[in-house]
């Protein structure tokens, strides 16, 4: 059955983008080069960043990102130096292209989770989306992966321009032999904040008759299944990461922000300088997070509030629950 899963009190989680470089030019793209530049960030100084975000007690998870993460020619010695450190874990999250021959650079005791980004059940969907030949290299890297052993997940990040291959996903995924499957709601920020949030977010009724029932029948055939809670009824209880949980979003020109919702502004909480990880200036993100309205998340309202509805009162039908709050459904 699902669950939502609470925010951990006990845990940290460091989602590192060492590059913004990429290979590709997603239509949905949220890297923004105006906010995060175009850097790569040396293997020394990710290491050294790492270790800002160690704290005694608690385990630290760390996701790799991009840009593509495999285009950094030191990958290999960044999960070295995270397992060096102390992370509990390590997933490198990837477009499928696995530059540098990353498989045979590391191995699946370094490294616990590939995530590969797949968009679509097959290939005039998801390259539509993702670019010319994606789906081919996706899988093939998919396949690879799993032959090598690595734990294996694919996210899929539902929009209107792929939500009628949903359905079609728990055949594709059992095929390629993945582990895990992470139903990603579209944010509205970076490439797709042009495209509009009519043209892209789905409503709450499209949602809920898609995501659920789909996670569902992945998790029976033993693939198990991550996906945001979205929407509250307006009595549920509202709980902002920012304010409970420890989550941090680094980008390779210093900036660390709490709340990826955020990334398309410079609101990040802290910037990391040559004296170390610092408070950014006053307004951020963290002053937001206090905030409490009807509608639950404050910067959801404030950057894609196409997805609330409101009676002829004026009222929100729904709150938007937090962004990193998600319904967990075990492998059936
Ligand atoms: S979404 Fe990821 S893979 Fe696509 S262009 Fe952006 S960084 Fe590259
Ligand atoms: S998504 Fe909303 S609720 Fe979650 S951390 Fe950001 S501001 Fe807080």
């Not at 593509?68 to 292209?97: C, F, M, W």
């Not at 899988?139 to 990040?157: L, N, Q």
């Not at 900036?255 to 040559?274: G, K, M, N, W």
Request: hydrophobic share 40%.
């Amino acid at each position: 059955m699902k669950q939502t899963v609470s925010f951990s009190k006990n845990a940290v989680n460091v989602f590192f983008h060492i590059t913004t470089r990429c290979n590709l030019k997603c239509a949905h793209c949220y890297i923004n080069p105006v906010q995060h530049g175009d850097s790569t960030l040396p293997a020394a100084t990710a290491g050294r960043w790492l270790s800002f975000f160690q704290k005694p007690g608690k385990a630290a998870n760390l996701i790799l990102l991009g840009g593509e993460p495999t285009l950094h020619p030191e990958l290999a010695k960044i999960v070295s130096a995270a397992r060096q450190i102390g992370y509990a874990s390590v997933t490198i999250d990837t477009n499928g292209y696995l530059f540098h021959d990353i498989l045979d650079q590391v191995t699946p005791e370094d490294v616990d989770y590939f995530s590969f980004s797949l968009d679509g059940a097959t290939p005039a969907t998801n390259d539509q989306i993702r670019g010319a030949g994606c789906y081919a290299a996706c899988t093939r890297g998919i396949r690879r992966a799993v032959e090598k052993g690595f734990g294996v997940s694919v996210i899929y990040t539902v929009s209107r321009k792929n939500l009628h291959e949903l359905a079609d996903m728990p055949e594709v995924l059992s095929d390629l032999g993945v582990h895990r499957f992470f139903i990603q709601v579209i944010g509205i920020r970076g490439r797709s904040a042009q495209a509009g949030q009519d043209a892209l977010q789905l409503t709450r009724q499209q949602w809920e008759q898609n995501v659920p029932p789909v996670a569902q029948r992945v998790a029976k055939r033993g693939i198990a299944v991550t996906y945001p809670k979205v929407f509250l009824e307006t009595d549920e209880i509202f709980e902002c990461a920012g304010r409970v949980a420890e989550n941090y979003f680094i980008f390779p020109n210093g900036r660390v922000y709490q709340c990826p919702l955020c990334e398309d502004f410079a609101l990040h909480s802290f910037q990391i300088t040559d004296q170390g990880l610092l408070p950014a200036p006053k307004i951020n993100e963290a002053d937001l997070f206090s905030l409490d309205i009807a509608e639950g998340c404050v910067i959801n309202k404030l950057v894609q509030g196409g997805n609330i509805d409101y009676d002829n009162q004026g009222r929100p039908k729904w709150k938007i629950a937090c962004c990193l709050l998600k319904e967990e459904i075990p492998a059936g």
